[in-house]
């Protein structure tokens, strides 16, 4: 018996296939439905097909963490960096949903850790904070995702990490050498965590270098966001009037000059477990 597949008239769109409201593949992949998928191959059905949104199965299927559906679809021929109208990948829909497995399966399958932005979507890294799924942000980190990466909306991974307040995703991409200081007209991931309020964001930036005297573009510090009086502005405050201790600076020193490599090589270093804990920040 031959399978309804899609439910309205498809037409041609170049070499990307058919295009539908909605399928049988993309409600299966979504569904984790995995048997039903593999019918729906064997029977012909293209794993290509897009909705109006350029969106394919295998973006349902990772936006859903339905990693075994995934692999069927990849397995199938499926197109690993497939965008939506949006510029999405599956990759970043994998990050988005927080399936480390998913994001494996895909970058095992040849997808792009450092997809080209576009002015709607931002890459796979900057997903995962977003979202605040620290393991496909260590994953993305460990597959050379570009920790300077510029979206248009937050502006680097880090600033992300911190504008939602994943204080473990900031610390994973500082930890692997991002630059605290990066800056998005101006503004700081300093600047981000002020605003949110966050003090324990903001001693982790200070404890990476973060600038607390930097200015925004409309001249504001990163205390000018904080409520007076309050924690944060605390916080700050006594960062401004603090001189950093000399074993604050030597660590930052030791950080800026072997850089990525710091924490790689503070292991190599067979140092003693306080020292080590204290040079990469445990």
């Known amino acids: 018996m031959k399978m309804e597949i899609a439910g309205a008239r498809p037409s041609f769109l170049g070499e990307i296939g058919l295009w539908a409201v909605r399928t049988a593949v993309h409600e299966a992949a979504s569904l ?24 394919t199965p295998l973006h349902d299927a990772c936006i859903q963490g339905q990693t075994h559906c995934a692999r069927l679809l990849l397995d199938a021929g499926a197109q690993v960096d497939i965008r939506t109208v949006h510029g999405s990948t599956p990759l970043c829909n994998a990050c988005a949903a927080g399936s480390p497995e998913c994001a494996k399966l895909l970058l095992d399958h040849g997808a792009t850790a450092n997809p080209t932005l576009t002015a709607l979507t931002a890459t796979p890294l900057h997903e995962a904070c977003i979202q605040g799924n620290v393991d496909c942000v260590r994953l993305m980190i460990a597959k050379g995702a570009r920790l ?29 050498g991002a630059n605290v200081n990066a800056a998005k007209f101006h503004e700081t991931a300093l600047h981000h965590a002020a605003k949110v309020m966050n003090v324990d964001l903001i001693e982790l930036l200070v404890a990476f270098g ?31 009037h603090t001189p950093l201790s000399l074993q604050h600076m030597c660590r930052l020193a030791l950080r800026i000059k072997l850089g990525k490599s710091m924490v790689e090589m503070a292991f190599k270093l067979q140092l003693p477990y306080g020292i080590l804990s204290y040079l990469s920040y445990s």
């Open 210 to 240: 973060g600038n607390v005297h930097a200015r925004d573009n409309r001249g504001r510090k990163p205390i000018d966001y904080t409520r007076p009086g309050s924690p944060p502005a605390f916080c700050l405050e006594f960062y401004e």
């Open 148 to 176: 300077e990466a510029f979206d248009i909306y937050f502006g680097t991974p880090l600033h992300a990490a911190c504008a939602k307040e994943h204080l473990d995703c900031a610390k994973a991409l500082l930890n692997a």
């Open 32 to 55: 984790g439905q995995a048997l039903l998928l593999q019918q729906l191959i064997q029977s012909g059905a293209p794993v290509n097909i897009v909705n109006l949104d350029n969106i």
